[in-house]
């Protein structure tokens, strides 16, 4: 974990300096020359249907090819000027290897849980475990081992599913959350269960050469659990996950939260990450009394990306900046409508600020 930095302090651009290392400066807490756009993958995708192209290099089909996952996380980079490279392109990939059916969508809409893996919460113990070097688990380690050799230079995101959201999709999200509250000890073994699942497929895309690990958790939302549960919840098996990618691989790390992440008070600074990526519901200026010394990332509209023009996005993203962002990112998961001139508009904040600065 990173301790402090003095991030006001730009300062002059390397020669030669890559995406990679930009990021890497500014997980550590470190000066960097400018700020990254980054759109992590996973929940927050940064695929759009204008990078899409014939073949392996679309949605569905994507899904399941290491080379067309890969192709396409470098579209995203090379078309819409997103400064990373991210996999997988959805939250179902564990879900799916331990068990439940998944309906992997469109070129216009993502994959999606269409069948739970068990039907009570007492039945978890029949649960594969989730193999790595199996399905599409595999598929995402493959294809960063495709992108570290092709494109050493930007950084690769390996993203993965937090605790709360893996188990609510594994069961009922309604018996899951009543167990929060009426039967604690399983909803603690399952919520275990998912976070050690999640661990070992995020381990193997970071053994496969992944440079920072994303855990994105929307269903721990504060409005649905409330402080209290995310507390018990989700901050002890959030770390545990943090704690085993940084102590084997030493890997960088960022967190994901949806919603009012207000209602969770002094919570989330809880969370041992690097970087704390958060809703539109609060303003990064919010969100930076809340996190201490981490990196604050987001925090654009994907409302306003999928409707606004480039010019509406821009001000918002350097508002974004202005009011102390770390890290520009969207605030959630992009639509795959998404026009790609409102994604690049985001590369051009970063680049303004940074020419003005």
Not at 218 to 231: C, D, L, M, V, W
Request: glycine content about 10%; proline content about 6%.
């Amino acid at each position: 974990m990173r301790h402090g930095g003095e991030r006001s302090r730009p300062v002059p651009k390397e020669v030669g300096v890559t995406e990679k290392e930009r990021l890497i400066h500014i997980l550590k807490g470190e000066p960097a020359d400018r700020k990254p756009f980054v759109c992590p993958g996973g929940m927050m995708t940064m695929i759009v249907t204008d990078v899409m192209g014939p073949g392996k290099k679309s949605w569905p089909e994507a899904h399941s090819s290491a080379e067309g996952m890969a192709a396409l996380t470098l579209a995203a980079h090379t078309m819409a000027g997103v400064e990373n490279l991210g996999v997988p392109f959805c939250m179902t990939v564990e879900a799916e290897g331990m068990g439940a059916r998944v309906d992997l969508g469109t070129r216009e809409s993502e994959p999606k849980v269409v069948a739970y893996a068990i039907d009570t919460l007492e039945e978890m113990e029949r649960l594969p475990p989730l193999d790595p070097g199996k399905g599409r688990a595999k598929v995402c380690a493959d294809a960063i081992r495709i992108l570290k050799e092709r494109v050493p230079v930007l950084p690769v995101i390996a993203n993965v599913t937090g605790p709360v959201s893996l188990a609510t999709s594994l069961a009922d999200p309604l018996l899951y959350y009543r167990a929060l509250i009426t039967k604690k000890q399983i909803a603690h073994r399952l919520t275990k269960l998912a976070a050690e699942s999640a661990a070992v497929f995020g381990e193997a895309m970071l053994e496969a050469g992944a440079d920072v690990v994303c855990i994105a958790d929307p269903s721990a939302t504060g409005e649905i659990i409330g402080r209290k549960a995310f507390e018990e919840f989700v901050v002890p098996y959030v770390n545990r996950m943090l704690d085993r990618f940084r102590t084997r691989f030493g890997a960088p790390s960022i967190v994901h939260i949806c919603g009012n992440v207000k209602t969770l008070g002094g919570a989330l600074s809880a969370i041992e990450a690097d970087a704390i990526s958060i809703d539109s519901l609060v303003s990064i200026a919010r969100l930076k009394t809340m996190i201490g010394q981490k990196a604050a990332m987001g925090n654009v509209s994907t409302h306003l990306l999928t409707s606004g023009t480039p010019e509406t996005v821009l001000k918002a993203a350097l508002g974004c900046l202005k009011g102390g962002a770390d890290i520009l990112a969207p605030a959630c998961g992009i639509s795959p409508i998404t026009p790609v001139e409102n994604v690049k508009a985001l590369l051009r904040a970063v680049t303004h600020g940074a020419e003005r600065g």
